[in-house]
């Protein structure tokens, strides 16, 4: 017998080989029908998972941990492939992941799907889980999975068991009624546990995201275990397609995407006011911070990024071209041309820290099927900086840019989560420097009180990092800031700095960005405003509407006594009605409307209406000015 100590600190004895799944059973069938996965000795597990010793669990159900989330996603990418196998006995599987937000499944079929389609697909589905199917484990060496996927003709599946061939592994299947995948889980203990389930779209996708590859349908889903769940989803999802940035891009006149330039964002005058808007706060933080600012080429030749290890991990990512018989890049990040604007003269210790901020224009390599709006493009802006400093400064620079990155993230009025990201497989450095560049990212998020996630092997080749999740307000998150502490560029650069002792030492160096992409900041900005920007950021602050021709003058005389203090003020003098004006500005979202006629004229004064409340009654315009400075200076959201 061994002895499990429970959640709640209860004692049970249980056989050896217990799993987390009997374990839920004897505690009570609502336990057991809520479970998803399980928490044993602190790891995330699979419920079928065998105990072999004494040890403590955790029960868990889909709204305790992400991982759970994925284990009840994952069993309903199988159930999708099960319907559509039942419908499309044709058909071959490629892969069904759990993603972030629910799952999908990749499939090769005869016809292009449908919705009336998905409709029948979804219809199986829920049959499927009514039929309350054991999702069953088993394990097979290669020969016989191979025999298994050729009698099902499955070709996709047999490609992914050759990868495994020679290497001596069974390879795992997962099996529910008629239906069995190559799948090495985790996975619900029965398809009956999925309760409320939704397909979302079919989309074409390329056999491992390789253009050359056969374009298969993949067939996206999400599911809770409750109704309401489901519905409250699919309520946010209706508010999300509103807000697309595209569209709104388009219908504010900020920025497009054409197909002349896939990839590559066009900013029209509105997006740049709104782009400038957000740099001029940019370049204040930073000269507040210490920061001083360069600008490097955006092509340098191959030598360069060989040095750097971009060559070698990086380069398909890369644009590259041959200028005079040499080989060049179009950069893809800024930190090798910092490397040689710290390069370009000697340093003291007494230099350090040296902040060096660069708003670089970047190049990378997207497959097309990848792009997507400002969110995924091809060349971006990096609000990129490199801090170029002492061991003994690591931890007070690290807490610094915390703290920038903070009063950035709070301005916008966003919630954000920390992930610590460690040593990836591919990396570059010794264990030394790989465990002092982790403990001086940890000790400054500890010695600030910040919480922060483990994210075990995510970091860069070059070294470990904090990534930074804000999450707008329909509770989607987005990976924007990061801080990078790297032993390795300033190696491969040979940068030195000369210490008190009077020998050259190997500074240590931060990269960092705080809004990560300029671009993809303002997709952001602009779904989560829904393009109803904070009047600091708005591309038209106010905007005059006079009531007839008759006063055109003096409300030209208005926008521009605001433009002579820099409030960006437009003049409507179409022929239309007051009325007409008033919900033209209030589509393009202009936060204060100035109406100028008979009555306002006679007493100087104007009537103001605002975007969010309305009819604010007559004010004198030196007042009006005064109130909304006010409002810019304090960045109201």
């Known amino acids: 017998m061994i002895n499990i100590r429970l959640k709640d600190g209860a004692v049970k004895q249980y056989e050896e080989n217990v799993t987390p799944a009997q374990v839920a059973k004897s505690l009570g069938a609502g336990i057991y029908k809520a479970a998803c996965a399980a928490k044993l000795n602190g790891e995330l597990v699979d419920l079928r998972t065998p105990i072999k010793e004494d040890s403590t669990l955790e029960i868990l159900r889909f709204e305790d941990d992400d991982f759970c989330k994925k284990v009840y996603w994952h069993t309903s990418a199988h159930v999708l492939a099960q319907a559509v196998l039942r419908l499309f006995p044709d058909a071959k599987l490629a892969i069904g992941p759990a993603i972030d937000n629910g799952f999908y499944y990749d499939f090769d079929l005869p016809r292009t799907l449908n919705v009336q389609d998905l409709e029948q697909i979804e219809v199986e589905m829920k049959r499927i889980i009514k039929e309350d199917l054991p999702v069953e484990r088993f394990e097979l060496p290669h020969n016989g999975a191979v025999e298994l996927m050729k009698n099902k003709d499955q070709k996709y599946k047999l490609e992914l068991i050759e990868e495994h061939a020679g290497k001596g592994e069974n390879l795992v299947f997962r099996k529910q009624g008629d239906f069995t995948d190559l799948c090495a889980g985790p996975h619900l203990i029965s398809t009956g546990q999925l309760k409320a389930i939704k397909l979302l779209s079919c989309t074409g996708a390329y056999w491992r995201g390789d253009a050359k590859g056969p374009m298969l349908q993949r067939v996206y889903g999400i599911s809770f275990p409750k109704t309401a769940e489901l519905e409250a989803y699919l309520t946010k999802m209706e508010e999300a397609k509103k807000r697309d940035h595209r569209k709104l891009g388009r219908e504010l006149e900020l920025f497009d995407l054409f197909e002349e330039g896939p990839g590559f964002p066009f900013f029209f ?229 000369v210490g008190e002792d009077g020998e050259k030492h190997r500074p240590v160096m931060i990269h960092r960005v705080i809004l990560g992409s300029i671009e993809r900041f303002i997709g952001i900005l602009t779904e989560h405003f829904a393009g109803a920007f904070p009047l600091w950021l708005a591309p038209e602050q106010v905007r005059i509407l006079p009531l007839s021709e008759r006063f055109h003058k003096e409300a030209l005389e208005i926008e521009e006594q605001l433009k002579q203090i820099k409030i960006k003020a437009a003049t409507d003098t179409k022929s239309e009605k007051i009325g007409y004006k008033i919900r033209e500005a209030q589509l393009k979202k202009v936060p204060y409307m100035l109406v100028v006629g008979d009555k306002e004229v006679e007493t100087n004064t104007v009537s103001v209406r605002s975007r969010s409340e309305g009819d604010l009654g007559a004010m004198q315009l030196a007042e009006f000015i005064k109130m909304i400075e006010k409002e810019i200076a304090e960045k109201r959201i």
């Open 269 to 497: 005058p509105n997006g740049m006011r709104l782009r400038n808007a957000l740099l001029d706060f940019w370049h204040e933080e930073h000269d507040k911070a210490g920061y001083v600012e360069i600008k490097t080429p955006m092509m340098l030749n191959k030598e360069l990024w060989l040095r750097s290890g971009h060559w070698e991990h990086y380069k398909s990512n890369m644009y590259t071209t041959v200028i005079d018989e040499q080989e060049f890049a179009i950069k893809p990040m800024n930190c090798p041309g910092g490397m040689l604007v710290y390069k370009s003269r000697p340093h003291s210790y007494r230099d350090l820290p040296m902040r060096v901020a660069e708003l670089g224009l970047v190049h990378r390599h997207e497959l097309s099927g990848a792009l997507h709006g400002l969110m995924r493009v091809r060349c971006f802006t990096q609000d990129d900086a490199h801090i170029f400093m002492t061991p003994d400064q690591i931890e007070p620079e690290i807490v610094g840019v915390i703290r920038l990155i903070d009063r950035f993230y709070s301005t916008f009025g966003f919630k954000y989560h920390i992930e610590l990201s460690t040593r990836p497989e591919d990396s570059l450095g010794t264990d030394e420097q790989w465990d002092r560049a982790k403990d001086g990212l940890k000790n400054a998020l500890d010695s600030i009180g910040k919480k922060y996630k483990i994210n075990e092997g995510d970091g860069a080749f070059y070294g470990p990092k904090i990534d930074f999740h804000l999450e707008d307000c329909l509770g989607r998150t987005w990976q924007c800031g990061t801080i990078q502490l790297d032993f390795q560029m300033p190696e491969r650069f040979d940068l030195t700095y």
